[in-house]
């Protein structure tokens, strides 16, 4: 019995853990590798997934600390769960593994259909959410974003045979507003035509959107995905959850991160976004056709919210409020469309 079959775990992953690891990590490594001793804790980060961190000690090596995201065990179900963590799991080895962006590093996976087992290994980053950081740190994360994609504008033909990735064409846009008309024309009939009327216009306006500059899209950008890690003076940006990565506009995840901010601090936001997108070679649209794609993109941001909250039964007063937020972010979006 190996040291890890003899750990202390209080919810385990079967008695052939350590024979797994020690496979994966021999592949990553290039050369056998054998675990002398391991330790496991639940992730205070599990949402969707269980996951755990497993600190094992190599031969040699010294120890690792792992983040172990376990596709196999759900804690509450969302659609495309076989396409998402497939997604996610190439995005990390396949896209990202050589990007030199400080995002965790991928050590491998261990997936077999049969046994239901899909585990996704990478570096433990010990950080906390951005959302819970000073606005100094969200101006970083802003930048960080603008850096990526102006990796990824100059990778077209990796991320057009990257078929993994969703595609935000215009059927993409269009198929979000109809869910949000169907799930509230389900739940709340008397505002369906309050939300029709908002929306007048919203079809060409897909075209728009799908038509932009096209590069890796984090798809769920948001404060609460993005762990900050290291010295004050020269954070580590380490973004997660890559299930809804996607190909497509570079204001996508902007307008995302974004979302709630104005004035001033918006304009930092996409300043420090613009300048870091430059500096890497690509210049994104400024002036007044930047902030109507903003606004549509977060208009869009709405109808998915809208959507699932109404299908999820959301109280009354919930809904209403937000088929507000549509209205109003249809007004910036589509007037003068």
């Not at 600390?65 to 076989?82: C, E, V």
Request: glycine letters at 8%; a negative charge.
């Amino acid at each position: 019995m190996s040291a890890l079959d003899r750990t202390v775990a209080p919810y385990e992953r079967g008695a052939d853990l350590a024979e797994i690891l020690e496979a994966v990590l021999s592949e990553h490594f290039g050369s056998p590798q054998i675990i002398l001793d391991a330790r496991r804790q639940p992730s205070e980060h599990s949402s969707s997934y269980e996951t755990e961190i497993v600190t094992v000690a190599l031969q040699g090596r010294g120890e690792l600390r792992l983040f172990l995201k376990d596709f196999g065990a759900r804690i509450y179900a969302k659609d495309s769960m076989i396409q998402r963590r497939s997604r996610e799991l190439r995005v990390y080895r396949d896209l990202l593994s050589a990007a030199d962006l400080g995002t965790p590093a991928y050590y491998g996976a261990a997936w077999d259909e049969e046994r239901g087992r899909f585990w996704l290994l990478l570096d433990f980053v010990e950080g906390m959410q951005v959302k819970h950081r000073e606005f100094p740190e969200w101006v970083r994360a802003a930048a960080w974003l603008g850096r990526m994609q102006a990796h990824f504008a100059e990778s077209q033909g990796l991320l057009t045979a990257s078929e993994f990735l969703i595609r935000q064409d215009p059927d993409f846009f269009s198929s979000t507003a109809e869910l949000a008309r169907r799930a509230v024309a389900t739940a709340l009939p008397r505002l369906a035509g309050r939300l029709d009327g908002a929306l007048a216009g919203y079809e060409e306006a897909t075209e728009l959107m799908a038509a932009q500059p096209r590069t890796l899209v984090h798809g769920g950008y948001r404060p609460q995905n993005i762990i900050l890690t290291g010295p004050p003076q020269a954070p580590r940006i380490c973004p997660a959850d890559w299930e809804e990565a996607a190909f497509g506009s570079f204001f996508y995840d902007l307008a995302y991160f974004c979302d709630g901010f104005e004035g001033d601090r918006l304009a930092i936001l996409l300043d420090a976004y613009r300048s870091e997108a430059e500096r890497n070679g690509f210049r994104p649209p400024a002036g007044p056709d930047a902030d109507r794609l903003l606004a549509l993109f977060n208009l869009h941001k709405n109808l998915g919210t809208l959507s699932k909250a109404a299908e999820r039964s959301f109280p009354e007063k919930g809904i209403v409020k937000l088929v507000g937020m549509v209205e109003s972010a249809a007004g910036r979006a589509l007037s003068g469309g």
